[in-house]
């Protein structure tokens, strides 16, 4: 499947690919995680939206890239979503990459933090990320910080 890939500050945003971004938050991390959490949460403002489309123009893959001191005093990679009906299929790699990628560029060296859902610890640390601290709930989910120094 042909995956188009772009990333836009939340000002450049098209109002349908708002619409889509929220769409597929709200289905992945709402509705299939059964997880009731207030998702627009101001943060999107000041994040880079990397979103991967397919063929018909459908969002399959979104990252929300957030400069240092919104989330954490570093910068911080969060909403990472592959779609249900892709997974498996190594988007959610191509993804980090790419995100990963882009802060080396926008950003260039230096730490990413995140708050991963426990379950993807290995997931990220194929990426180079390391756990720091302890698990914790967060929106009735396990989770945990960590760290790409």
Known sequence: MEITWKIKSFNELLSIELYQIFNLRIAVFILEQNSLYQ????????????MG???????????RILPSE??????SIGRVIASKKLRGEG?????????????????????????AQCYLIKFYSKFGF?????EYLEDNLPHIEMLMA
């Not at 063929?55 to 399959?60: A, F, P």
């Not at 919104?70 to 910068?75: F, G, P, Q, R, T």
């Open 91 to 115: 988007l959610g790699a191509d993804l980090m990459e790419r995100a990963l990628q882009f802060i080396s560029i926008q950003f260039g060296a230096g730490p990413i933090r995140i708050s």
């Open 130 to 134: 390391e756990i720091v601290g302890e």
């Open 39 to 50: 998702d627009a949460d101001w943060k999107d403002l000041h994040s880079f939206h990397l």
């Open 70 to 75: 919104i989330s954490y005093k570093e910068v």
């Open 53 to 63: 489309m397919d063929e018909k123009g459908d969002l399959v893959a979104y990252a």
